[in-house]
């Protein structure tokens, strides 16, 4: 089936490959909010560095996306989470949930 996908990827840095190649993790994760593909995108605190909010075509996008994001220096790992089921009421722009004026 080709159903459009959203799911979230969480990302861990090798941040001694970052120290040692001087790249930084908010340059990677600038880059890939640059892929439309991604709806939303956070440097994160706890076992996982990041985590982006991607919205794909279908499995083969997603397999696709998360390999290139692999591939990029200075990424150690990833994890993708598809989103079964839709529980709650989406958020046209997640900037609005972290507004605390």
Do not use: C, W
């Not at 908010?26 to 076992?47: A, F």
């Not at 397999?63 to 200075?74: Q, V, W």
């Not at 598809?82 to 958020?91: F, G, M």
């Amino acid at each position: 089936m080709n159903l459009p996908i959203k799911a979230f990827v969480l990302i861990t840095f090798d941040f001694p490959l970052l120290k040692k190649i001087k790249g930084d993790q908010e340059e990677i994760i600038d880059e890939i909010l640059k892929n439309p593909k991604v709806l939303y995108g956070s440097t994160v605190t706890g076992r996982i560095d990041a985590i982006l909010l991607v919205n794909v075509e279908d499995m083969h996008k997603l397999e696709d996306f998360f390999l290139g994001i692999r591939r990029i220096k200075g990424v150690k790992r990833t994890e993708t989470l598809v989103a079964s089921q839709l529980l709650h009421k989406e958020v046209v722009d997640m900037d609005k949930l972290f507004d605390l004026k």
